[in-house]
């Protein structure tokens, strides 16, 4: 079905913005970088991790579970990681990680399921992509 193997690592590097802080998404009134942008750039990084799918194929995010532990500022690279851990037929499992510098600032995990592009798309009402 897929190419997406247990040890397949995706990654996402971005610089914080003023668009990225908590007071811009409304997630907090501090003007570092928002759970929700975070929470992005991990979903991100396992999506490039699955990058090897099929063009009839994508993956959706279903589940994530994340510890946003560290305050990282404007200005600031964050590179994300996530590592495929388990595969059982559809559903891929990951453990995601964001860094600044070497320093850990969110992880957890992660599931995705692989879907049929075209199919997926008509379920929602959209034309295909």
């Known amino acids: 079905m897929t190419s997406v193997t247990v040890g397949s690592v995706g990654t996402h590097i971005a610089v914080v ?24 750039w991990l979903e991100a990084a396992a999506v490039d991790a699955v ?3 099929p063009d009839e194929l994508t993956s959706v995010g ?5 510890d ?7 200005g600031a690279e964050v590179r994300t990681v996530a590592e495929v851990r388990e595969v059982q037929g ?4 990951f453990d995601v990680r964001a860094f600044e510098d070497d320093q850990v600032i ?3 995990t992660h599931t995705r399921v692989v879907v049929d592009r075209h199919r997926f798309l008509a ?5 295909p992509h």
């Open 17 to 40: 913005s003023d668009a990225d802080t908590a007071v811009q998404m409304g997630s907090g009134d501090v003007p570092v970088l928002a759970t929700p942008r975070v929470v992005a």
């Open 51 to 53: 990058r090897g799918l």
């Open 62 to 66: 279903i589940h994530i579970s994340v």
């Open 68 to 74: 946003h532990s560290a305050p990282t500022l404007v």
């Open 90 to 93: 559809k559903r891929i499992e």
């Open 106 to 108: 969110a992880g957890g």
């Open 123 to 127: 379920r929602a009402g959209l034309p």
